[in-house]
């Protein structure tokens, strides 16, 4: 909660909203202490007639097809790595 609240601080401006996804969604306590520590309305993304579930699913599929073509996830310019990066591992079972 704290680094969304940080990194919202780095923004021109404060947003009206903040549209959340993923499971957290669910997540009562974590809704709540969003809507406390924030300076915004909080909403889920389903609102807007958005799946914040699927979203979520559709993101990590989006990084594993990105890491199986040995495309990298993560940027200088925006996670402060030293080069663009892979991000991880990929295991399969035995």
């Known amino acids: 909660i704290q680094s969304v609240a940080r990194a919202i601080e780095t923004l021109p401006e404060n947003p009206a909203t903040m549209f959340v996804a993923g499971g957290g969604v669910r997540n009562h306590f974590i809704m709540d202490e969003l809507a406390r520590t924030l300076s915004c309305k909080v909403e889920p993304l389903d609102v807007l007639g958005a799946s914040a579930a699927m979203l979520e699913a559709e993101a ?8 199986s073509k040995g495309l990298p996830i993560s940027f200088p ?15 399969y079972p035995d």
């Not at 990590?60 to 890491?67: P, Q, S, T």
Request: hydrophobic share 40%.
């Open 60 to 67: 990590f599929a989006y990084l594993a097809v990105r890491h």
């Open 77 to 91: 310019s925006t996670t402060g790595v030293p080069k663009p990066t892979l991000g991880g591992r990929l295991v």
